[in-house]
């Protein structure tokens, strides 16, 4: 059998993606559910290689962009070069996915104010990723054994989130949720949908009737459309252990109220699924920690995760 063939992104170059890459590279669990390619700078990842003692990379596995000289990255710092060349590898491993000629890409960490120093035009992967695949409406979920959450919003500020809520765009959350879980669980999930508001909105008391006006007309389409979902609950309450045992995924309406539970319960091990896309993509949840870049020491867990989630996923699509 064909393995499905998985670009992985490098990430910024400063970080700890490279050193996650070598490591993903040495992990016969990756080698074994798919043909990893790492998509980045071979000079750099050789860099690494002999900082930390580690065996050289295998060229064949590494897809060399050669956007930076490795002797000219400052390690653990923030740089509009670093912002570029990470760019880059992203756009880079989206082509070659709307291409056919990967079959999933798996991205490490990013850092939006490298990216914002090298003038590019987007605070992350999402909405990256939707531009360069001309998606008009993608979602965000974050998934692990423990919990999963899809975000109605992204990265926005609180006060911008009230405005962006529309019943459509929390109805196509909820039905992008849907059905991800049913490829991913392989039966029909339950999904709960969290308020916006506390006690949300406690019948209009705080807020402006969101709950009311939004969010419970969305759940009330998607249960005609025959979706096992219910809330909006309040969301300090909706993550409580009893819930979660009968929960497959969570649908929240803001970054933070899906992020917060979620890192709290499954930080190193939880996987980004953008949702709505025409390629499958995965990524770590977590940042590119520079403060422990090339010491050999951060955890590859949720690296794995996603490259092993893009693999199935992948796998699923293709038959």
Request: proline fraction near 7%.
């Amino acid at each position: 059998m064909n393995l499905p063939r998985i670009a992985i992104t490098m990430g910024d170059p400063a970080g700890i993606g490279p050193e996650l890459c070598l490591r993903l590279l040495n992990e016969p669990c990756v080698r074994a559910v798919c043909a990893p390619q790492i998509i980045g700078d071979l000079s750099l990842l050789n860099r690494v290689a002999r900082h930390l003692g580690w065996p050289l990379p295998d060229s064949n596995f590494v897809h060399d962009l050669h956007n930076l000289p490795a002797d000219a990255i400052k390690l653990g710092a923030v740089s509009a070069a670093c912002g570029q060349a990470a760019y880059e590898y992203v756009t880079f491993a989206i082509d070659e996915a709307l291409a056919g000629r990967v079959d999933a890409i798996a991205t490490g960490p990013l850092n939006k104010e490298a990216l914002h120093a090298a003038g590019v035009p987007f605070p992350g992967h999402t909405e990256i990723l939707a531009e360069r695949t001309k998606t008009p409406r993608v979602c965000m979920m974050l998934t692990s054994d423990a919990i999963t959450c899809s975000l109605v919003t992204v990265h926005v500020g609180y006060r911008d989130v009230p405005a962006l809520l529309t019943r459509e765009l929390v109805r196509e959350t909820i039905e992008f949720t849907a059905t991800a879980m049913e490829r991913m669980r392989g039966r029909k999930p339950r999904l709960l949908v969290c308020g916006l508001n506390p006690h949300a909105g406690e019948h209009g008391l705080f807020g402006d009737r969101e709950e009311e006006r939004i969010i419970a007309p969305a759940i009330a389409d998607a249960r005609a459309a025959g979706i096992d979902v219910s809330g909006p609950l309040p969301p300090d309450t909706a993550f409580l252990p009893k819930l979660r045992a009968t929960t497959d995924a969570y649908v929240c309406m803001y970054h933070d109220q899906g992020l917060i539970p979620l890192k709290s319960l499954a930080f190193e091990e939880a996987v980004n699924v953008t949702l709505g896309l025409p390629i499958v993509r995965t990524s770590v949840d977590h940042g590119t920690a520079f403060d422990i870049a090339w010491k050999g020491v951060a955890d590859v867990s949720s690296f794995i995760k996603a490259v092993e989630l893009a693999a199935k996923l992948a796998t699923k699509t293709k038959t």
